[in-house]
Structure formats: structure tokens, C-alpha cells
């Protein structure tokens, strides 16, 4: 209506090790991830992010057996799960930029586009450009 599209900030990641392809670049949204907030332990195992996912699964785990270990009101769980899911969904993406940093990858610059597939076209045009070659 206004010309208005959303967009977002794609920090991007590529090996550090020389002779691995650029082609081989992780993009990384800023802001909230869905995906660690609906999925926590999931999304993290899908991401290699085994510790990650571990202390997610004993996190929940430890919340649902609450109710049986101490008298406390039912709903608790439901709400403290929501919290830790909350908390999750905050901290994921930064979470993934440590994956990938201790992986061996290092940032190699920021994207703004309105989508992942726009933010790697984005990238890939600007560095490969008029034989550029591959980002420094």
C-alpha cells in the first residue's frame, strides 16, 4: 500500500579455514527465532548445536517433573515452559553465531534484505561482482 517491505538483518557467516568455498556461507537472521521458541531442543539439534539442545531437554524436563516433586500449583510448568521458550526464542540466533564461530566460521559481513533467498543474492552479487571473487 505505502511501497513499504519489511526487511531484515542477516549477519553472515563463512568458513575461516583457507581453501573451504565461500559457497558454503551461513546467513543468520537478527532478532527472535521461531524456531528455538516453538522447537527449542529441535531446532537446535537441526542447527548442530548438541549442548544446546541437551541443556534445552533437561531444562524442560526438570519444569515438567516439578509438579511431582514439589507441591506446586499445575499451572506452573505451563507458564515457566512458556518463559524458558520466551527465553529460547531470544537468545537462539546469537546462540547459532557461537555454533558457528567455535565450527571454525568467522562473520564476514551484514545483509538487509526481506528474505533469506533476497539476503544471498544480495551477497553473492556484491562479492562476485565484476570478478571480485571471494569476500575478504
Known sequence: MFGFTASRVYSVHVPAKPGR???QAVFVPEGFSWGAFAFSALWAIGNRMW???I????????VAWLPDAASVDP???GFLITLFSLYFGFCGNDWYRAALERRGY????????PGLVAAEQ?????????GQGAPS
Open 122 to 130: 544480495r551477497w553473492f552479487a556484491r562479492h562476485f561482482a565484476h
Open 75 to 77: 499451572a506452573l510448568p
Open 21 to 23: 568455498g565461500v559457497e
Open 106 to 113: 568467522r562473520e564476514a559481513g551484514v545483509v538487509v534484505a
Open 55 to 62: 541443556a534445552m531437554l533437561a531444562i524442560l524436563a526438570l
Open 51 to 53: 549442548s544446546a539442545a
